[in-house]
């Protein structure tokens, strides 16, 4: 079991990831000559909740979009440092960045159903990627995880755009488990949806989280402490030459986050006064 430093300043304290996912070794990303993010050392463990938080612009998402190389695809993107998937250099020479695509899928903020049936949203990524077996079945599994069969088995062959929001959302997230994923990584999944519809994703999370590992960037504090096991703090510090960097701050079990933060601005965003 590796041991992580967490990026704790002044008492830097060493938390167990166990059975890592992904291990983030002193990761920078940067948009041309622009560091974005700087130096994120973390670790992401398996079948746990993940959540990433912090002001506007500190990196949150530059940082998850480097877990499925979905920076690769912004032009003048880098990413230096390391992350490590399964012991493996996510970003090898060998690594096929649309198979790693496939093993971690994506939920963005703003649902983004194909224009195409419910069937047809769900059957795409399998099919594309030649995965074997009955495709009605595999279309009833994927939207029974995503808890979204009760209320579209009747009408499958409907655009998938007639859907609600929260149903929308939920229809992105079984569209991303109907490939095998092994880690989903959600950009704000509730931030276009309404108190209800957030409360069903985050018990969908809930009960992904025993068969997927998942990486959850929210703006909402609440959000994190309700479904997250670990919680990742970044901030955006300002160099000598004026320029924002994003920074980790503080990574640590989400109890621990919220009640005894190391780092006095962990606590003061967490208690509001900042952020
Ligand atoms: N495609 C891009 N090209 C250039 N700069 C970018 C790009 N995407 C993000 N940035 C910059 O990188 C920094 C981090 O942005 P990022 O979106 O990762 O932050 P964030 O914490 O997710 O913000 P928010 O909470 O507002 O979504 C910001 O200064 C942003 O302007």
Same mark, same amino acid.
């Given at each position: 079991?590796? @041991?992580?430093?967490?990026?704790?300043?002044?008492?830097?304290?060493?938390?167990?990831?166990?059975?890592?996912?992904?291990?983030?070794? @002193?990761?920078?990303?940067?948009?041309?000559?622009?560091?974005?993010?700087?130096?994120?050392?973390?670790?992401?463990?398996?079948?746990?909740?993940?959540?990433?938080?912090?002001?506007?612009?500190?990196?949150?998402?530059?940082?998850?979009?480097?877990? @499925?190389?979905?920076?690769?695809?912004?032009?003048?993107?880098?990413?230096?440092?390391?992350?490590?998937?399964?012991?493996?250099?996510?970003?090898?020479?060998?690594?096929?960045?649309?198979?790693?695509?496939?093993?971690?899928?994506?939920?963005?903020?703003?649902? @983004?159903?194909?224009?195409?049936?419910?069937?047809?949203?769900?059957?795409?990524?399998?099919?594309?990627?030649?995965?074997?077996?009955?495709?009605?079945?595999?279309?009833?599994?994927?939207?029974?995880?995503?808890?979204?069969?009760?209320?579209?088995?009747?009408?499958?062959?409907?655009?998938?755009?007639?859907?609600?929001?929260?149903?929308?959302?939920?229809?992105?997230?079984?569209?991303?488990?109907?490939?095998?994923?092994?880690?989903?990584?959600?950009?704000?999944?509730?931030?276009?949806?309404?108190?209800?519809a957030t409360t069903k994703i985050e018990?969908?999370?809930?009960?992904?989280?025993?068969?997927?590992?998942?990486?959850?960037?929210?703006?909402?504090?609440?959000?994190?402490?309700?479904?997250?096991?670990?919680?990742?703090?970044?901030?955006?510090?300002?160099?000598?030459?004026?320029?924002?960097?994003?920074?980790?701050?503080?990574?640590?079990?989400?109890?621990?986050?919220?009640?005894?933060?190391?780092?006095?601005?962990?606590?003061?965003?967490?208690?509001?006064?900042?952020?």
């Amino acid at each position: 079991m590796p @041991n992580v430093n967490v990026r704790g300043p002044e008492v830097p304290r060493t938390i167990e990831a166990l059975d890592p996912v992904f291990t983030v070794s @002193n990761l920078s990303v940067f948009y041309g000559d622009y560091e974005a993010v700087r130096g994120v050392d973390m670790t992401i463990g398996n079948r746990e909740i993940t959540a990433m938080i912090g002001p506007s612009g500190c990196g949150k998402s530059t940082v998850l979009r480097c877990f @499925n190389r979905m920076n690769d695809l912004i032009p003048g993107a880098r990413a230096v440092g390391e992350i490590l998937y399964h012991d493996e250099n996510l970003y090898g020479d060998h690594v096929d960045p649309i198979e790693v695509r496939r093993r971690i899928g994506m939920v963005f903020q703003k649902p @983004n159903p194909f224009p195409k049936s419910i069937y047809d949203n769900i059957a795409y990524g399998p099919r594309v990627n030649g995965i074997k077996g009955n495709m009605d079945e595999i279309v009833e599994e994927a939207l029974t995880k995503a808890a979204l069969w009760d209320e579209v088995k009747d009408k499958i062959k409907q655009n998938a755009l007639s859907l609600s929001g929260g149903q929308q959302q939920r229809l992105c997230i079984a569209r991303a488990i109907a490939v095998k994923p092994d880690v989903i990584l959600m950009d704000e999944p509730c931030s276009a949806l309404d108190p209800i519809a957030t409360t069903k994703i985050e018990d969908l999370m809930q009960e992904l989280t025993r068969d997927y590992t998942i990486v959850i960037v929210t703006h909402n504090m609440q959000q994190a402490a309700r479904v997250s096991d670990r919680t990742a703090f970044f901030t955006a510090e300002v160099d000598g030459a004026g320029v924002r960097h994003g920074r980790l701050v503080e990574f640590d079990e989400t109890s621990r986050i919220f009640t005894n933060p190391t780092d006095k601005r962990t606590e003061d965003y967490i208690t509001g006064r900042f952020g």
